[in-house]
């Protein structure tokens, strides 16, 4: 059980195109999500908190019209990256809570050309 | 100063040694402190979940968490080359997790 999944895996675009990663909770209802990204050799960092029903909360430093966040049920919560750019290349990792604890996707690889 | 702080190794070990894994961390206000195993291109998956100080045992893997020194460990016995991925140390007091940068770790046979 608590199974997250993410797609795309893996996606390609050309800059200025725009992006979205869908985080879907299959056997759970998750009323928080969160998405990260992370760099090589980095840690995860959190971008969003993302609520079913409500706007997301964005860390300081993610611009939030840039990373438009759609929480619209308690199974699904989407990324989209406007405009993408070269420097948004990252592994993209969303995970949503389920009994306290938070539930990992596995992951969407996004490489801006 | 990085809220938690983890050596990124790598580190290799013959298969059958003992592995520890490391991270500091400086918020004094975290209880909760967790172990997470990352392969390649995977998200990560929790492994070890831990609140305030103490030690935790589950199979070949035990954590301790000291809050005198903000010092977080990971213990694996029996290393295998399956235990071969990338270890994410995090810790939290509210949802946030803060991650660490993951220590690469590869076990030989």
């Known amino acids: 059980g608590a199974v997250v999944s993410q797609h795309p895996s893996r996606v390609i675009c050309k800059s200025g195109t725009s992006v979205k990663i869908e985080c879907r909770s299959l056997d759970f209802q998750a009323t928080t999500m969160f998405w990260y990204r992370q760099f090589p050799k980095q840690s995860l960092m959190l971008m969003a908190t993302?609520?079913?029903?409500?706007?997301?909360?964005?860390e300081q430093g993610v611009e939030k019209d840039k990373f438009l966040i759609n929480h619209a049920s308690l199974t699904l919560s989407t990324l989209t990256v406007t405009s993408a750019h070269p420097e948004d290349s990252s592994f993209y990792i969303c995970?949503?809570?389920?009994?306290?604890?938070?539930?990992f996707g596995p992951g969407t690889r996004l490489t801006v050309l | 100063q990085k809220e938690v702080e983890q050596d990124p190794g790598p580190l290799s070990v013959p298969e059958g040694a003992i592995v520890s894994l490391n991270c500091t961390y400086s918020n004094s206000a975290f209880q909760y402190f967790m172990w997470y195993r990352q392969y390649s291109r995977k998200g990560p998956e929790l492994l070890m979940y831990t609140y305030s100080s103490g030690n935790k045992e589950d199979g070949r893997f035990t954590a301790q968490v000291d809050k005198s020194s903000k010092y977080i460990s990971l213990f694996i016995r029996d290393s295998q080359p399956s235990d071969s991925a990338t270890y994410l140390c995090a810790s939290s007091n509210t949802d946030k997790l803060i991650f660490g940068t993951g220590t690469r770790l590869q076990v030989f046979p």
């Open positions: 995970s949503a809570r389920f009994s306290g604890e938070q539930f």
């Open positions: 993302s609520n079913e029903g409500s706007k997301a909360t964005y």
